[in-house]
């Protein structure tokens, strides 16, 4: 407190010459409209710089609450646009049966092998969230694997990267012509699509999509494109090196696929 005091009086003459500066520069502002409204402007322009900082450093801490957002809203949209499109391309008893055949459910990926022959992934939904086995995955760019198996918070993904465990069934999107899909387990944005007839137009860059053939994936889910292909001519098909459109070695927001008619359609294909 005595070295406050003894500021002041050293700087008394200095201290008086602010405090009436401060006073004229109200009195002129308060006294001309012209001076008032720069200050005015210029007050607005520093707070509205500072209000603005503040907001984007708040904005920087809320990302992952929007970004869950996001993934919620863009979970019940795919699940509008699958179910719509199922209706649009069926006839009137068709819609009745199928409408809303399809549930999404968003999840992220907490860890995710691809290096290995048969990798897995781990998601942060189970059986608390209503996922079982055998259920869909995808990310807005295409499939990613099976559901495994369940706990209660968290369950495990058969990836298409997965030699021993991953089959599915996919095509040309341009014609009828289905096989299934593997992986050789050599490179992470390759995967191999076999059991296409060779009297099938093949051309490389043509887009490989889901069947839609079986009770777990939706018709016409995106896989990549064909990047190179030959005939064997023994077995009268084709190998086909199919390059990705997911980076499977970089997924973090994933969706998971039930078909509420699943239970019914294995029951029928397996008496």
Do not use: C
């Amino acid at each position: 407190m005595q070295q406050i005091i003894n500021f002041i009086i050293r700087n008394k003459n200095f201290l008086l010459f602010l405090l009436l500066f401060f006073i004229a520069i109200v009195f002129t502002i308060q006294s001309h409209s012209y001076h008032k409204s720069k200050f005015i402007n210029s007050a607005n322009f520093i707070s509205g710089g500072v209000y603005n900082s503040v907001n984007n450093i708040s904005e920087y801490f809320t990302l992952k609450s929007q970004n869950q957002l996001l993934s919620e809203e863009n979970n019940r949209l795919r699940e509008l646009l699958f179910n719509s499109n199922i209706n649009t391309n069926s006839n009137y008893l068709d819609s009745v049966l199928l409408e809303k055949s399809y549930t999404f459910f968003a999840a992220k990926v907490i860890k995710n092998s691809y290096s290995a022959t048969d990798n897995i992934l781990l998601i942060n939904k189970g059986k608390s969230d209503s996922i079982k086995q055998d259920f869909g995955v995808i990310t807005t760019q295409g499939i990613v694997g099976i559901v495994d198996k369940s706990s209660s918070r968290f369950s495990t993904v058969i990836s298409i990267l997965n030699t021993t465990n991953s089959s599915i069934s996919a095509g040309l999107k341009r014609t009828a012509h289905y096989g299934s899909l593997r992986w050789n387990g050599k490179n992470p944005e390759l995967v191999q699509l076999i059991d296409i007839p060779i009297n099938a137009k093949v051309n490389i860059g043509d887009t490989i999509v889901t069947s839609g053939q079986s009770s777990i994936f939706p018709k016409g889910i995106p896989i990549g494109v064909i990047q190179d292909f030959k005939n064997d001519v023994t077995e009268n098909f084709y190998d086909i090196n199919v390059k990705l459109f997911n980076d499977m070695t970089n997924l973090e927001h994933v969706y998971i696929i039930e078909n509420k008619n699943k239970e019914e359609i294995d029951n029928l294909l397996n008496e």
